[in-house]
């Protein structure tokens, strides 16, 4: 399962399976289907526990902060990696299932709800 980094197939079990495992695997499978394990890993310090939908911008857009997202049925974070003319790019964790990806969010993007650093 690790292996074939089929974990997310068991999502929906995580809580019970993911903290038997040992520590370096549980945290690489943690930053990978968790985007704010994934955030603190690259650096924001955001506090344990932290619901997302109720962490408070605090910056403007900068490189190494991070954009906080409302999508219709969850909250996303992402690391910003550049800013451009119409937007910035973001690495972030979990925005396709348990994947680390890159993509282009433009400055009037409805789901930005704040930045974080």
């Not at 890993?41 to 490189?63: A, H, M, Q, R, Y």
């Not at 996303?76 to 282009?104: D, P, W, Y």
Request: aromatic share 14%; hydrophobic share 40%; with cysteine.
């Amino acid at each position: 399962m690790i292996e074939d980094e089929q974990y997310w197939r068991w999502e929906q079990s995580m809580e019970v399976w993911l903290y038997k495992l040992p520590p370096k695997i549980r945290d690489y499978v943690k930053i990978r289907c968790e985007c704010m394990s994934a955030v603190r890993f690259w650096g924001l310090d955001i506090p344990l526990k932290t619901d997302l939908s109720k962490l408070e911008g605090n910056t403007v857009p900068v490189k190494g902060a991070g954009v906080i997202l409302q999508y219709p049925k969850s909250w996303h974070i992402a690391i910003i990696t550049k800013l451009m003319e119409k937007g910035f790019l973001v690495k972030e964790s979990n925005f396709q299932k348990c994947k680390i990806t890159e993509r282009f969010i433009e400055w009037n993007n409805i789901a930005i709800k704040g930045f974080y650093k």
